[in-house]
């Protein structure tokens, strides 16, 4: 997947899906799928379009993204897109009037057809929608499908729900909606260290002020390094037995080798097994966590 701007645009021919994609969840996931498909029938590119900051601050809302751009990119890849076309989204870009964006994105790129969410809007004021959508791309040619809303055990899928879930520790759930685990994916930044005084080597997260942050507690978990997967057990929240008061994302790794600093670790949220608890020494949380690894 090769990712581009509009400074970097590609002559190919492409059919494009239309979006934030915030959470690359199910239903995104149908549009996503269906620009590929339609694509590869055409035998052209397939590409995304999305913002590469977080555009809900530009709404002077304290929303935060459930993955962000980086995050989305890693997963987008896997999803075999051909281009991520992005920008930030910024009080210009909130002002562009709904026909300039159009025109926007067909003079960049050679765009064959669109795919969006039957809940897509656009333009300043949000005054673009579906109706106006079709009525643009039929007077240039272009073909449209718009995706129908996507349930899951009679539940629509959406951003906002997923974040209820993830607030209340439903990993199970969430990762249902999303279509795959929950992760976080970020650099490897040097932590306290009581990983290995627990006879576990441990990998502490970056956190992006933009990444909204689940449930507090500790969690079983996947830890991908360089490519290999390792059973983790994952604490997520404050450390009150340290009396540390910050936010981090600290792994415990089964069988991990060597250093991590530095790398990018991908750390995939499975189930919830407990809350934060603050306990009589280190010796008695280095037991607890024993015990979290191996469940």
Do not use: W
């Not at 995706?147 to 974040?163: A, Q, Y």
């Not at 306290?192 to 990444?211: C, Q």
Request: charged share 25%; aromatic share 14%.
């Amino acid at each position: 997947m090769y990712e581009i701007d509009f400074q970097t645009v590609t002559d190919r021919p492409v059919y494009m899906a239309l979006g934030f994609f915030d959470s690359v969840h199910y239903g995104h996931r149908k549009i996503i799928n269906r620009v590929r498909e339609l694509a590869a029938a055409d035998g052209v590119a397939s590409c995304v379009f999305t913002f590469s900051n977080n555009a809900y601050k530009q709404f002077n809302t304290l929303s935060k993204l459930i993955y962000i751009y980086p995050e989305r990119a890693y997963i987008m890849s896997g999803l075999g897109i051909d281009y991520l076309f992005s920008c930030p989204f910024d009080k210009t870009f909130k002002d562009t009037d709904r026909r300039e964006f159009l025109d926007m994105l067909t003079g960049a790129l050679d765009v064959r057809g669109f795919v969006c969410g039957y809940d897509y809007l656009f333009g300043a004021g949000g005054y673009g929608d579906t109706a106006y959508l079709a009525e643009y791309c039929d007077a240039k040619g272009i073909r449209l499908e718009v995706v129908p809303e996507i349930m899951l055990d009679g539940v629509r899928v959406s951003s906002t729900g997923i974040k209820e879930l993830l607030n209340a520790g439903d990993i199970e759930r969430a990762n249902l909606m999303l279509g795959d685990p929950y992760m976080f994916r970020a650099k490897v930044v040097k932590g306290r260290g009581e990983g290995r005084v627990f006879g576990y080597p441990t990998v502490n997260l970056y956190i992006s002020h933009a990444k909204h942050i689940i449930k507090y507690g500790v969690y079983k978990t996947e830890t991908e390094i360089d490519g290999k997967k390792y059973r983790s057990a994952t604490n997520i929240g404050v450390k009150p037995t340290f009396n540390d008061s910050s936010v981090s994302v600290e792994s415990f790794l089964e069988d991990y080798r060597g250093d991590a600093y530095d790398k990018i670790a991908t750390v995939r949220f499975l189930q919830y097994l407990r809350g934060i608890e603050k306990f009589d020494s280190p010796e008695a949380l280095g037991e607890q966590i024993r015990q979290d690894i191996l469940r």
